[in-house]
């Protein structure tokens, strides 16, 4: 089972009025505050000081690296970079398995055969490296994609890694996703990208589930969940009441929330590919296309209803909607009435309430925290950053045991992990002095008492082209932009995650 679930059994926002109350309304409170002061409104665990050469941490908490871009992997590729969204199992052995998408964008045109006739510098670069570092092509989704995810299997005890492998292969800008209740992970492609275009095989934009029983050598058979649509996808979760799947679009200024409510509950991995469902988008009742961007107050609750989208797997996928190019599933439910947001990507459930992230949201549009109540059917705006310094371009989120929220920056300067308190306060956890990359895919250990998180690096290969050459070559990352995967463990009991 997820991590995420175990914990929503504990007391975090555990009675009604904590949606407009308790954690969230406090930090509502505290936003005028901190914008004039610039600084974060308290130290959480205590001021951060360098604890190694990725992370600066407050005092007490220590990490290890558990995987690192390009060492070996147990089925005889290199580990690869990108390292995005990741969700956490508790494996029968008592290890735990994480999870990890690799956004990999690399264009189609760079794993085909050069052209005889072409200007094109970088077509058939990556044709020598397909066999050796993108998984085990007999099973890629697209021969003409590098993208997938890697499963990794950790000691608790050590924190070091057992094994570690591809489990998905051949898909396209896998972003993040989501831990299922029922034992796998749905892993997101952030794209619109067709088969005729840049050179892909397959079409993306699609969801894929991996199980947690994938081994070395032997990664999923991907199937595309094309009844859960076609857009930008970047993260989902299930409710493990329901089975209904909450799905949130990265598509700039034309973004929607979705939600996916299959035919049959899910109670097992192939549950989703073996039946069908409905695709609805979130509609705000106050208006038809209500505008979540602009003009909202933290701890307001709105009323929401939700609206068809008749076709999940559209052709052409995108259209002109308000002069942004939009997905046409997004324009399905905007002709309904369908909310608009800006770019939205984190999620995660928690005590029966739905909380995702706008990372570009907000008067100023560096972010916005949400939260959806299925029971209430309403929307309420927790938090709603005032500038850069207090919280910039949330991105992935996670729920602690201790009834605390982790935030991954994806902001333009320095990259940190933020923690929001009960109390709705807001600190610095963690910050990456390696490189100013953001870090993703924050998840607890199945026993919290491990933070995992990535440190992303790059999502295409460098390249230099030498003199006289008509050809780039690959040359891979310098050494202080290679991804990784940490662990952080320390006194979590003395604070407030």
Request: hydrophobic fraction near 35%.
């Amino acid at each position: 089972m997820a991590s995420n679930k175990r914990f929503s059994r504990r007391g975090f926002l555990s009675s009604p009025a904590a949606v407009t109350g308790g954690l969230f309304a406090g930090l509502a409170e505290n936003v005028s505050a901190v914008s004039r002061r610039n600084s974060m409104f308290v130290e959480g665990y205590g001021p951060l000081k360098p604890a190694g050469d990725e992370l600066s941490l407050p005092p007490g908490f220590s990490y290890t690296t558990v995987s690192y871009e390009d060492e070996m992997m147990a089925d005889g590729f290199p580990v690869p970079s990108a390292m995005d969204g990741m969700g956490t199992f508790a494996l029968p052995n008592g290890n735990i398995l994480l999870i990890r998408n690799h956004e990999n964008a690399e264009s189609g045109n760079r794993f085909l055969p050069r052209p005889a006739v072409t200007t094109s510098t970088t077509a058939g670069m990556l044709v020598p490296m397909l066999n050796t570092h993108y998984g085990p092509r007999q099973f890629a989704y697209d021969t003409a994609a590098g993208g997938g995810t890697t499963s990794i299997e950790v000691d608790p005890r050590t924190r070091r890694r057992v094994r570690e492998h591809w489990s998905l292969v051949g898909t396209l800008r896998n972003c993040a996703g989501g831990a299922m209740p029922w034992g796998s992970w749905i892993s997101c492609e952030e794209t619109l990208e067709l088969r005729a275009a840049g050179g892909y095989q397959q079409d993306h934009g699609y969801c894929y589930e991996v199980p947690i029983t994938t081994t070395p050598g032997n990664p999923v058979q991907p199937v595309p969940l094309k009844a859960m649509g076609l857009f930008a996808h970047e993260a989902v979760i299930a409710d493990p009441q329901t089975g209904i799947i909450y799905e949130t679009e990265d598509q700039g200024d034309v973004s929607g929330f979705y939600r996916f409510l299959p035919t049959v509950k899910p109670t097992k991995p192939g549950d989703l590919a073996a039946n069908s469902g409905r695709l609805e988008m979130m509609k705000v009742d106050l208006a038809n296309n209500y505008l979540t961007a602009l003009n909202q107050k933290a701890g307001v609750a709105l009323p929401v209803s939700w609206v068809p989208v008749p076709n999940p797997d559209p052709r052409p996928v995108s259209v002109s909607v308000l002069g942004n190019t939009a997905s046409a599933v997004f324009k399905q439910g905007f002709d309904a009435g369908g909310a608009i947001f800006r770019r939205l990507e984190g999620i995660w459930d928690y005590e029966g309430k739905i909380y995702f992230t706008s990372t570009n949201g907000g008067e100023v549009g560096l972010g916005q925290i949400w939260v959806h109540d299925p029971v209430a059917s309403t929307i309420t705006l927790l938090f709603e950053t005032p500038n850069q310094h207090v919280l910039d371009f949330p991105d992935n989120i996670c729920m602690s045991p201790r009834g605390g929220m982790v935030v991954c920056e994806d902001g333009g300067g320095g990259q940190r992990l933020m923690g929001i308190t009960r109390k709705g306060e807001i600190f610095e956890f963690a910050k990456n002095i390696f490189n100013s990359i953001e870090m993703a895919g924050a998840c607890f250990s199945p026993d919290g008492q491990t933070l995992f998180v990535n440190i992303y690096g790059r999502s295409t290969l460098r390249t230099s082209t030498p003199w006289g050459s008509p050809v780039a070559h690959p040359i891979g990352s310098e050494v202080g932009e290679k991804a990784l995967t940490l662990a952080i463990w320390g006194p979590w009991g003395s604070g407030p995650l």
